[in-house]
């Protein structure tokens, strides 16, 4: 057991010192490889690793987003909008840029917002096209090589031409015309629907001629005019419309020449008719190019479109020449060569390229229609046979034959054509709004030469109802748009105003900016003309509210300032014609009317003044400022006037500074500033000797010393424009000058006699006969220069003031003023007759005072001579066409003078019955007492006390019975008060009269 156990320990013992040696021998190996060597490929492998980490990190390569990015573009520019849509939606989301191609995320926007704006209804294809132009700027501005590729350009230039922006889409249409791509064929057709539609606005027919009152032009520096007005009241000093332009004022002052016409100017368009229709696509006539040749040649490469061929009809040219020579092409604007280039470049494409049979008929029925608009109908009826050969667009081929029966005026055919188009489904919604429309105008079209008239009305009616269809079917859409102006336009031909302009309006807020305005039918300067042409014709034929309600809504058609222009001149004829109305009316009816009148020039001068401040910048703001402070004159809105004329001469006016002056100054009188209206009138006499306007200053300055009392100078006045070597007596200034000459030296001598009377009294008052003057200016004027004078001076007055009226009557026989001239001179003669009887008094030799006395029945007899006519010629007028406020006032004294003639010839029966004829008309006036007292004297010189006693009585009791109102004192008709009155009338019923 023992050795046993021995030898098993020594195999132990052996077994592992051989494990102690294996172990040493592995720890010198690494997975089997020395360990060195496995170290040195360890590090090796990290580096490698390492390297490859650096190599990504500075070459990353392309990401997933750039790649799909890519092939969106790719899709898109190959036409598959879907599938790009997909791939572009996540990358738009994460708002993702490619720094590689900084412009390509924005150019794929650009694509696919113009390819949502084709899809889109009309109300969202104007934003998602304006959104689609953006977006192609951006990517130009990140990467300006972009606008080099033909697919940027289509876009862009489409996007362009369907927003009007046509002056730079047309830049790059021109471009892509030139360049071989598949963008060529809609590029050139686009091009030529462009140049169409600047071509239809010069292709519209005139009007037929209006029977209406042809409109003119106002002239803002119109000079002032006055007319007369009576020396014995204020008058009115600034221009006036009416005859009382004053409500202190009892005469006329009218600025005949403040307005030079009652309608507003002409618009100044081109000739439209009521139911114009175009061939293209309708822009603004201001981008059309001033040199249309030019635009056959691309600013980028310089390759001309005239194209290599020297013929332009394409294979029916050969057909077309054997037909009879058709009448010239009418040419006015200077179309002609931008059509001739386009035919140019289709024939290029139609015989230089292999198109599809659909290019192949776009371009085929494209030239037709630019054959149609040159009017030379036979080549385009051949190019449309070549149309019919290879057309794969069966709508839009009969459409264009529609078009070219229309040409022929072969309306049956025509609509033959376009009936099936609006029945059942069609493929292109377009078609059908397009044939409804063409429809509509040939149902119109044959009414405008059908001579039956049931015929007439059952057309229109046929091709109303046909617009209305259009309208409620295509609501928005550019056909509908015209047929609204369309069916505007009937209505208003019908008297249907109120329609009309709804139609006119609801047009024109179609507009939502005017840079997006685009109508195929109706270019943006044909609009603008047809709605002119609708005011036009409303204001001459007097619809003024129709017209100004259309020349409000005009806006964003016209500008801010063609709106207001349009909104002032509706106004001013609306003013003129009301006052030309109220003018002609009978004087009883005008007072209920002034108001109307008066309101209807200051919405005039309002609507001046807001054109005024629209163009402040411009040269003709003086002259709007000048208009609407005429207006305000008109409308007896002096302080408004006066604060527009202030305005004026603050722009510093050379040529109308006199005039301007001139009117500030009578502004002025009419605010009664008299004391600052003289030195102004002073200052224009001085400063400007040669003006006319110092003529008219001169007339003022007479006036205002006239009412402030200053007789003297005023009379210095008149005579220095009597006297100029410049004036004639066909001056409206000499005219006005001699009249109111004569009326001065009348007040003169009254004057003068009732101081001498003063004087020369014995302790006796005059007697209320005396003292009741029979003119407004007959009292005595504070401030009036009397001489000492005699009876002889003062006649010679009176002999000079009747030698100026009766020369005034001589030489101006139809002249408004005549009664105010009949009247002083018929005054005159009665105080030259009573100036008589004053001198009879003296002691005098028996020869002399039978001379005198015979001068004196004389002048009473010429004063009552022309007295009774002047009455009887007043009260036919005032039975025929009533009296305004000063031949009423002249006719009341008038009927009070006849009985006081009467009375100084001793006629006393015909004196009282005269009396009582004026005191049963005129009982509110205070010479009804005076007539009292005349009456009471003749009937004592009758031997008839107790109607003498009666008469005094009743004068007593209108008196006591406040008969007469205390204004009528208060005025100038009478000398005495109302308690003067009552104790005159005691004193004479006293005295036992």
Not at 42 to 64: K, Q, R, Y
Not at 356 to 379: I, N, P
Not at 462 to 468: D, T
Not at 656 to 664: D, E, F, W
Request: glycine share 6%.
């Amino acid at each position: 057991m023992a050795t046993h156990s021995s030898t098993a320990d020594a195999h132990g013992q052996h077994g592992k010192k051989e494990g102690h040696e294996q172990s040493a021998k592995s720890a010198g190996k690494i997975l089997g490889l020395p360990k060195r060597l496995a170290i040195l490929g360890a590090g090796l492998s990290g580096g490698i690793l390492l390297l490859a980490l650096v190599c990504w990190w500075l070459f990353p390569g392309e990401s997933t987003e750039a790649i799909h990015l890519a092939n969106a573009v790719k899709l898109l520019e190959e036409g598959h909008f879907e599938e790009a849509t997909e791939l572009l939606q996540p990358l738009i989301e994460s708002q993702f840029l490619d720094d590689e191609a900084p412009g390509r995320m924005a150019y794929a926007q650009g694509l696919l917002g113009y390819q949502e704006a084709r899809n889109s209804e009309k109300e969202m294809e104007l934003p998602r096209l304006a959104s689609a132009i953006a977006f192609l700027r951006d990517a130009q501005s990140r990467e300006p090589e972009i606008r080099k590729n033909p697919t940027w350009q289509n876009a862009m230039a489409q996007s362009l031409y369907r927003t009007g922006a046509i002056e730079e889409a047309r830049t790059w249409l021109v471009q892509l015309s030139t360049i071989e791509s598949s963008f060529q064929p809609q590029s050139v057709d686009t091009l030529c629907a462009l140049d169409l539609s600047l071509v239809d606005i010069n292709r519209v027919a005139p009007p037929a001629p209006s029977s209406a009152v042809e409109a003119h032009s106002s002239q803002p520096h119109s000079d002032d005019a006055h007319s007369k007005d009576d020396a014995h009241s204020k008058e009115t000093h600034a221009d006036s419309h009416d005859s009382h332009a004053s409500e202190k004022s009892h005469s006329n002052d009218h600025a005949a020449a403040a307005h030079s016409n009652a309608h507003p100017p002409a618009a100044k368009t081109k000739p439209t008719s009521d139911h114009g229709t175009g061939h293209g696509t309708g822009h603004s006539e201001k981008h059309s190019p001033k040199e249309p040749e030019g635009h056959g040649q691309s600013k980028h490469d310089g390759h001309s479109d005239s194209g290599g061929h020297g013929h332009s009809a394409g294979h029916g040219d050969d057909a077309a020449e054997a037909e009879p020579e058709e009448p010239p092409f009418i040419d006015p604007y200077a179309s002609l060569p931008m059509l001739e280039g386009d035919l140019k470049r289709l024939a290029n494409l139609l015989e230089g390229q292999k198109l599809s049979l659909e290019d192949r008929t776009m371009l085929l029925l494209r030239r037709a229609d630019v054959l149609l608009a040159l009017e030379r109908t036979l080549e385009a009826e051949a190019a449309m046979q070549l149309a019919r050969n290879s057309s794969t667009d069966p709508d839009g081929l009969a459409i264009q034959e529609a078009r070219l029966a229309m040409a022929k005026r072969k309306f049956p055919e025509a609509e033959k054509h376009l009936l099936p188009l609006t029945e059942g489904k069609r493929p292109n919604l377009r078609h059908v709004s397009t044939a409804l429309y063409l429809l509509a105008r040939c149902a119109l079209e044959q009414s405008s030469v059908e001579t039956a008239l049931n015929e007439q009305l059952a057309l229109r009616g046929q091709g109303m109802k046909r617009l209305r269809d259009l309208l409620v079917r295509f609501v928005g859409t550019e056909e509908a748009v015209v047929g609204m102006i369309d069916m505007a336009d009937i209505h208003r031909l019908e008297g249907n105003t109120e329609r009309a302009i709804e139609l006119y309006i609801g047009a024109v807020r179609t507009i939502v900016r005017l840079e997006d305005y685009h109508n195929r039918w109706l270019s943006q300067t044909a609009f603008r003309d047809r709605l002119r042409n609708a005011w036009k014709l409303w204001v001459e034929g007097g619809k003024y509210a129709e017209a100004l309600a259309l020349a409000e809504s005009l806006p964003p058609l016209f500008d801010r300032v063609e709106t207001a222009e349009l909104v002032a001149n509706t106004n001013r004829a609306w003013a003129m014609t009301q006052q030309e109305e109220y003018d002609q009316l009978p004087e009883s009816l005008k007072p209920p009317k002034l108001a109307q009148v008066r309101s209807r020039w200051k919405a005039s001068a309002r609507a001046w003044y807001q054109l005024a401040q629209t163009r402040k910048m411009n040269f003709r703001y003086p002259e709007d400022l000048w208009e609407s402070s005429s207006d305000s004159i008109a409308a007896a809105e002096y302080k408004s006037a006066l604060e527009r004329v202030d305005e004026y001469l603050a722009t510093l006016p050379r040529e109308m500074l006199a005039t301007a002056l001139v009117r500030k100054a009578g502004l002025m009188m009419d605010l009664d500033r008299l004391d600052e209206a003289i030195p102004i009138l002073e200052s224009v006499q001085q400063k400007f000797p040669s003006d006319p306007s110092s003529y008219k200053a001169q007339v003022r300055l007479a006036k205002a010393f006239t009412e402030k009392g200053d007789l003297f100078r005023a009379e210095t006045q008149w005579r220095a424009i009597l006297t100029s070597e410049t004036l004639t007596p066909e001056a409206a200034e000499w005219n006005e000058a001699l009249l109111k000459l004569g009326c001065l030296l009348v007040d003169r001598g009254i004057l003068l006699r009732q101081e001498a009377d003063k004087k020369g009294a014995k302790g006796n008052s005059p007697t209320p006969a005396q003292t009741v003057s029979v003119s407004s200016n007959t009292s005595d004027l504070p401030g009036t220069y009397i001489p000492d004078a005699g009876i002889d001076s003062i006649r010679a007055v009176q002999i000079e003031a009747s030698s100026r009226l009766t020369e005034f009557l001589a030489r101006y026989p139809n002249d408004p003023s005549e009664v105010q001239a009949m009247y002083q001179l018929a005054r005159s003669q009665r105080e030259q007759a009573r100036l008589i009887r004053n001198a009879l008094k003296s002691p005098l030799a028996e020869a002399v005072k039978l001379r005198l006395a015979e001068q004196q029945k004389i002048l009473d007899e010429q004063s009552l001579d022309n007295l009774v006519k002047l009455r009887d010629t007043l009260n036919k007028q005032a039975n025929q066409t009533g009296l305004n406020t000063l031949h009423e006032a002249i006719l009341a004294n008038t009927a009070f003078d006849v009985g006081h003639q009467l009375f100084e010839l001793r006629r006393d029966k015909d004196a009282i019955m005269a009396y009582n004829t004026a005191i049963n008309r005129y009982r509110n006036n205070p010479q009804v007492l005076s007539a009292f007292l005349q009456m009471a004297e003749a009937y004592r010189r009758m031997g008839k006390p107790a109607e003498a006693r009666s008469m005094l009585e009743q004068g007593r009791v209108i008196l006591r019975q406040k008969q007469i109102p205390d204004s009528a004192f208060d005025n100038l008709g009478s000398s005495l008060t109302r308690e003067e009155w009552e104790l005159w009338l005691e004193k004479i019923s006293q005295l036992g009269h």
